[in-house]
């Protein structure tokens, strides 16, 4: 069986970012960006909680689904099963650097939140307890800060 695309990347060199992870054109001609929003260093640096990229989850994709801009363009917004950090589709070719402003609104929105996570009751969700706000605060500050403030080119490509 061939392998997938993202299982081609080297893992081992492989920093925290935003990559394109792939381009698909569908049958009526659209293209669809997919990025690998990398939150930590794959097997060196230890993976975000689950209750805390669940609420990640919860945060940014209704941050982006409501965004004034990019609203139009957000097609799906969910976690890698890793935990090393999320999937972001959007229509359109784009390239890492597009979308670097729109994820620096997103993770500094999450950051900041205060309150009750959208979306996060038994009658919206499937697992609506399993939410750690304050370590969903403290991993998008710590991207934000170390990754998104001044990212080099091994932050928005992937290694070769």
């Given at each position: ?97 597009d ?5 620096r ?5 999450i ?32 991207y ?9 080119d ?7």
């Amino acid at each position: 069986m061939k392998k997938i695309a993202s299982f081609t990347i080297d893992h081992i060199r492989l920093k925290r970012g935003i990559f394109v992870s792939r381009r698909d054109t569908t049958p009526s001609g659209d293209v669809i960006t997919t990025f690998d929003i990398r939150m930590t260093e794959p097997n060196r640096m230890p993976p975000i909680d689950g209750a805390a990229l669940h609420t990640i989850e919860h945060l940014a994709a209704t941050f982006l689904r409501n965004h004034p801009v990019w609203a139009d363009r957000v097609i799906y917004w969910g976690p890698m099963g890793c935990c090393t950090g999320n999937y972001l589709l959007l229509s359109g070719e784009l390239n890492s650097a597009d979308i670097l402003p729109l994820m620096r609104e997103t993770f500094s929105f999450i950051a900041s939140w205060e309150g009750d996570v959208p979306g996060a009751t038994p009658r919206d969700c499937g697992n609506y307890s399993y939410m750690d706000l304050a370590a969903a605060r403290a991993a998008a500050r710590r991207y934000f800060d170390e990754v998104l403030t001044s990212p080099t080119d091994e932050n928005l490509n992937y290694p070769q």
